[in-house]
């Protein structure tokens, strides 16, 4: 079975610069959330969402953050403009039910972003 | 608020059987009790859940007291390829809170 799936797994770009992450849940799993690990803060929840819906997103840092989920097999999180303090890995985890609830979160493998 | 506390790191060697144990005094009726892995370069990795008592997969334990104000997750015979860091989450997602990863423990093992 295919996991999580988020792409790119590295991105480098310019501070200024859009950055736009991507991933596909697995299939048939109600919630996705977006994570964001640093060494500083450890593993942040930044929003998750519950049928395409956001349900809470108010671990997003600011106004430019951004995250989407047109459909049930894809979602987004922008970034723009990037600063450097956004250098990060950020995850991406769908769960078939809300993960406290019995059942886990399934995380990929995780985009690492540096911006320069 | 289901806070949890967790030792900071630990350190083990291969064969070792080792334990893991989570403070969550404050853990409500309905919570769960959560247990990842984390390897460097990847995403957690979903260990075992459990409830009360004691549940056992393939991979560990995880035992529950009666009060449920803390947990111990056990690996049985430990190999160089278990250093990693673990977490312990409690209760779930709604309106008014957040699972929360909180800082884990680095497991260490040696040969």
């Known amino acids: 079975d295919a996991g999580v799936i988020q792409s790119p797994r590295h991105e480098v770009t310019e501070m200024g610069q859009e950055v736009t992450l991507r991933c596909k849940p697995i299939?048939?799993?109600?919630?996705l959330f977006w994570y964001r690990q640093t060494m500083m803060r450890g593993l942040e929840l930044l929003i998750y969402f519950n049928n395409n819906v956001p349900i809470d997103d108010s671990g997003m840092p600011e106004d430019r953050f951004s995250a989407k989920m047109p459909n049930a097999s894809f979602s987004t999180l922008k970034i723009q403009p990037s600063e450097p303090r956004d250098s990060a890995v950020y995850f991406c985890a769908s769960s078939l039910y809300n993960p406290g609830d019995s059942g886990p979160q399934h995380f990929g493998d995780g985009t690492r972003l540096s911006i320069l | 608020l289901a806070k949890t506390t967790q030792p900071i790191s630990m350190d083990s060697y291969e064969g070792q059987e080792v334990n893991i144990t989570c403070s969550h005094n404050?853990?409500?009726?309905?919570?769960?009790i959560t247990w990842y892995q984390q390897f460097p370069s990847q995403g957690p990795r979903f260990i075992i859940q459990?409830?009360?008592t004691k549940v056992t997969n393939e991979v560990a334990s995880l035992f529950i007291p009666a009060d449920r104000k803390s947990s111990t997750l056990s690996l049985p015979r430990v190999s160089l390829s278990d250093t990693a860091v673990y977490y312990c989450l409690v209760g779930k997602m709604d309106s008014s809170y957040k699972l929360i990863f909180g800082s884990g423990t680095r497991l260490l093992v040696r040969p």
């Open positions: 299939s048939g799993h109600d919630y």
């Open positions: 459990g409830y009360k």
């Open positions: 404050n853990i409500a009726t309905n919570d769960y």
